[in-house]
């Protein structure tokens, strides 16, 4: 199974990015789908989570900016980014609990990571 991440790249406070992310390989199914953020010297952090479509989750920084999607049909998750500060800068990281085709588990997975920058 392998998770990669697009959409990153340089924007001005207060602008938007769309970050994606598309799971492939074996896979019977995909539970949690997670966006995480590691900025420079500092720890990884959960910024949200979507597990089915309505059921969400945000760290508080991100309350209200920003928004977690995911299409089924395409094992490929979204995050809206909005009102974007320099704050956000970090390199955001996809992660998603698959069941894989012949284990008998959930297995974790991590996306290769996409930077974020947020600069004038």
């Known amino acids: 199974v392998q998770l990669q991440a697009f959409g990153g790249g340089l924007v001005q406070p207060g602008g938007s990015l769309r970050l994606s992310c598309a799971a492939s390989?074996?896979?019977?199914?995909?539970?949690?789908m997670n966006w995480y953020r590691q900025a420079s010297g500092k720890q990884r952090d959960l910024v949200a989570s979507?597990?089915?479509?309505?059921?969400?989750y945000y760290a508080d920084s991100v309350k209200g900016r920003f928004t977690v999607s995911r299409d089924n049909a395409k094992n490929t998750t979204y995050l809206q980014m909005n009102s974007l500060k320099p704050e956000d800068t970090a390199v955001y990281y996809c992660?998603?609990?698959?069941?894989?085709?012949?284990?008998?588990?959930?297995?974790?997975?991590w996306g290769q990571g996409t930077q974020v920058t947020v600069s004038s």
């Open positions: 979507i597990i089915s479509g309505s059921s969400t």
């Open positions: 390989g074996r896979i019977f199914s995909i539970g949690a």
């Open positions: 992660h998603a609990n698959v069941w894989v085709v012949g284990l008998s588990s959930w297995r974790g997975y």
